[in-house]
């Protein structure tokens, strides 16, 4: 018989009728020749009782009663594409259990070789848990309607270092080859962060809780570019309240990290293109910071109400940017994310799966790797800002306290923030249209519209198709740039576009956004001479937001579509499981497009 997925979650796990998950000591070996991870996991319930874990391809060797040698009897569901297998077993009267398994097809994982590193010296292994992919490589409840506390040991070869989302560093033990890297993390949180990397890893302080983990020829560079956080997070601190987890560490991955940031607790995980030199994509770990109130502390219930964590933080980051470093700052970051919201929001009409465009739909059978997209982001943010401004920056900061501290170490759905906020806020969701932004799929002409003089000065030049002067260009913020190319109408002329990259360097301009807008922008205007940096791009960058609309406005050009192919071949091994699914499918949609 095999466990159905509970409806309304990705999950095998029935809060009403299973013991419940508390506490997990997990010990992690991985073997880099191998590429397979090898783990013991013992599992502390709340009661004993039937369960049906979370599993995706992972090889379960024997599962015993903790203290005792008796072995327990499971059985491995039939395997979902999405969801996994279920692991079904009787926790016994003592609420332990001890699982033995590995695994080598990790959707959650990357394995890299050394030459996919900076250093280039030695591997690297990294796990990404959000949205359902702990269950690759630890068993669990693998839903964020649970929370638990853990204990880990990271069994590494001595010369790297095991890292984990973890408040307490309890040691590290050298014997023979290898090195045991023990973690506590004493909070509750949801599986889906339970988070780890290894590797030729080194590290510098900025204050006394944050400290930079790099490889070692990015250290000194990217302690620099994030030295602003100890402002920063006192920032956040005098908006959302104190900081709950002890640590706020950075850890810069290796180029193929597959997103921007990643918010695991005490350890946020960045991609080393914000390294640029100028200090402008500071604002992603402002926005990985935010999660520690939203996401971390308050949790969406279920993916169906992701918006709750990430329309939240790029409201909370909004706000942030705008503390530091000024309201024209933050208008910025709102213009980036309202056009990658435009671009999707248009995307879901066309595929006709306009439901997308909805904050909340259903997400039954649905991949959230496959959904993702800027509507939870920054619609949800809009919502909220929506909210904030009929009510009042002032009344508005009461409630976002309130509602962190009625909700911290809770998990949450759309509709207790409804049913909290009407109650916090009596009338506001009415006047703003709450249920249109939540549950229709256009925006509301409620948003509060987009006011900026630096955006007005890009305006000017972009949407005439015209080159900023010297004195001008050079004086505008990399965003603004960054908006400048996005903003240029396409096809472009070619003489133009020639003359515009050499005057500003653009083909090697050493910020990621500007040299990604840049690249996007030559490609759809159909550039041959482009071929080359696009190659390099493509090459160099793990990011989806990056590599996904390169790739398809190639793939969706009758002239580019075989260069495309042949990038992609080659670089495919470098990219996460999740990029490379991903991107496979961008292509199979822009054949359906060009047929
Ligand atoms: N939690 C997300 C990343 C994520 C979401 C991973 C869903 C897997 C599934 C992270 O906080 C995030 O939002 N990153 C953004 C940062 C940006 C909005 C500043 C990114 O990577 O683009
Ligand atoms: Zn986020």
């Known amino acids: 018989m095999t466990t159905a997925i509970l409806p309304g979650s990705h999950s095998f796990y029935r809060p009403d009728e299973h ?50 040698f008796t072995k327990i009897p499971f059985a491995l569901g039939e395997e979902d594409a999405i969801f996994g297998s279920s692991l079904d077993f009787e926790v016994p009267e003592n609420c332990r259990v001890v699982i033995d398994y590995d695994t080598k097809e990790a959707s959650g ?59 307490t560093f309890v040691g590290r033990l050298v014997k023979d080859r290898e090195a045991y890297e023990q973690w506590e993390m004493s909070k509750p949180i949801a599986p889906y962060l339970i988070a780890f ?15 930079v983990w790099a490889e070692p020829v990015m250290i000194e560079q990217a302690t620099i570019e994030f030295e602003d956080m100890p402002q920063i997070m006192s920032e956040a601190e005098k908006l959302f309240g104190q900081y709950q987890w002890g640590r706020f560490d950075i850890l810069v991955m290796p180029r193929s990290f597959p997103y921007g940031g990643m918010e695991n607790p005490t350890l946020t995980f960045v991609t080393p293109s914000l390294v640029t030199g100028d200090k402008s994509l500071v604002g992603v770990v402002a926005h990985e910071l935010a999660h520690a109130w939203t996401g971390n502390l308050v949790t969406n219930a279920t993916w169906s ?17 705008e503390a530091v470093w000024g309201k024209e700052a933050a208008n910025l970051e709102r213009a980036i994310m309202a056009g990658e919201l435009k671009g999707d929001l248009q995307r879901f009409h066309e595929n006709g799966t306009p439901h997308y465009c909805q904050l909340h739909f259903n997400q039954d059978g649905i991949d959230p790797d496959d959904v993702f997209s800027r509507v939870p982001y920054k619609k949800g943010a809009d919502l909220l800002e929506s909210i904030e401004t009929y009510v009042g920056r002032e009344r508005f900061d009461l409630y976002v306290r309130s509602y962190i501290a009625t909700f911290g170490f809770k998990s949450i759905t759309t509709e207790k923030f409804l049913a909290f906020t009407s109650q916090e806020l009596p009338g506001a969701l009415e006047a703003v249209k709450a249920e249109e ?65 050499k005057l500003y360097q653009l083909s090697a301009h050493p910020n990621t956004e500007i040299r990604y807008n840049w690249l996007l922008l030559g490609i759809q205007s159909g550039m041959n001479g482009l071929k080359q940096p696009v190659a390099n791009f493509l090459q160099s960058n793990g990011r989806m937001k990056y590599l996904k609309p390169l790739y398809k406005a190639l793939a969706t050009n009758p002239e580019f579509i075989a260069f495309a192919e042949e990038v992609f071949e080659k670089c495919k091994s470098g990219y996460h499981p999740v990029a490379q699914k991903s991107i496979q499918k961008t292509f199979e949609e822009a054949k359906k497009i060009a047929a």
Request: with cysteine.
């Open 109 to 167: 994982l990357q394995w890299l070789t050394p030459e996919q590193t900076s250093s280039k010296r030695h591997p690297f292994l990294f796990s990404q848990g959000e949205a359902i992919h702990a269950r690759s490589y630890v068993p669990c409840q693998d839903t964020p309607a649970v929370r638990v506390t853990y204990t880990a040991a990271l069994v590494v070869p001595k010369e790297l270092r095991g890292l984990m989302a973890a408040d």
């Open 197 to 211: 990397a290894v590797g030729d890893l080194v590290s510098k302080d900025i204050s006394d809780r944050t400290k």
């Open 437 to 501: 932004w939540i549950f229709g799929q256009n925006m509301p002409d409620t948003k509060v519209p987009l006011e900026s003089a630096w955006l007005d000065e890009v305006h000017q030049y972009a949407d005439k198709g015209l080159i900023p002067p010297v004195e001008v260009g050079t004086k505008w913020h990399p965003t603004q740039w960054a908006l400048y190319l996005e903003y240029f109408p396409r096809p472009a002329d070619e003489a133009v576009l020639l003359t515009l990259s």
């Open 19 to 68: 013991p419940t998950l508390q506490h997990l000591g997990i010990t992690l070996t991985p073997v880099f020749s191998a590429r397979t991870l090898i783990g013991t996991v013992v599992l502390t319930f709340d009661r004993p009782g039937k369960v049906s874990l979370d599993t995706r391809k992972l090889n379960i060797t024997s599962i015993i009663e903790h203290g005792t």
């Open 305 to 321: 109400d992701f918006w709750l964590n990430e329309g939240w933080t790029e409201w909370a980051t909004f706000r942030i940017v």
